[in-house]
């Protein structure tokens, strides 16, 4: 069921294998819902992750840590040709097809030592 992490804390959670709940049995579209309503007397799910593990339907499953934070993602989009195509460096820009590349390295010298 695609339910999404609000609905453990929802009032209209139905806790039930075969229904989401009352207003989207099916679950609801996206990561978030507009009818979610808070259930004042659920346990706040704080589930224990150790660095490197995260939860996966219910289960720690243990993975190599990721080597970026959202957080750093984002910033990557700013900057890192993958995303502009551009060298940071010179902004020259490189090649159409820049999306299949994995070596970014730039005719001015700068190096992409992040991928
Ligand atoms: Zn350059």
Same mark, same amino acid.
């Given at each position: 069921? %695609?339910?999404? @992490?609000?609905? /453990?804390? =929802? $009032?209209?959670?139905?806790?039930? !294998?075969?229904?989401?709940?009352?207003?989207? %049995?099916?679950? @609801?579209?996206? /990561?978030? =819902? $507009?009818?979610?309503?808070?259930? !004042?007397?659920?346990?706040?799910?704080?589930?224990?992750?150790?660095?490197?593990?995260?939860?996966?339907?219910?289960?720690?499953?243990?993975?190599?840590?990721?080597?970026?934070?959202?957080?750093?993602?984002?910033?990557?989009?700013?900057?890192?040709?993958?995303?502009?195509?551009?060298?940071?460096?010179?902004?020259?820009?490189?090649?159409?097809?820049?999306?299949?590349?994995?070596?970014?390295?730039?005719?001015?010298?700068?190096?992409?030592?992040?991928?």
């Amino acid at each position: 069921m %695609p339910k999404i @992490p609000d609905c /453990d804390r =929802c $009032l209209l959670y139905a806790h039930n !294998p075969h229904l989401v709940c009352a207003v989207h %049995p099916a679950g @609801p579209q996206g /990561d978030s =819902c $507009l009818d979610f309503r808070e259930d !004042p007397n659920a346990e706040p799910v704080e589930l224990w992750e150790p660095e490197g593990a995260s939860y996966y339907n219910g289960e720690l499953i243990v993975q190599p840590r990721q080597r970026w934070t959202p957080e750093e993602q984002l910033e990557l989009i700013d900057w890192h040709p993958m995303f502009t195509g551009k060298c940071p460096e010179c902004g020259a820009s490189f090649d159409r097809d820049y999306t299949a590349r994995v070596h970014w390295d730039c005719e001015c010298g700068w190096m992409d030592d992040t991928v």
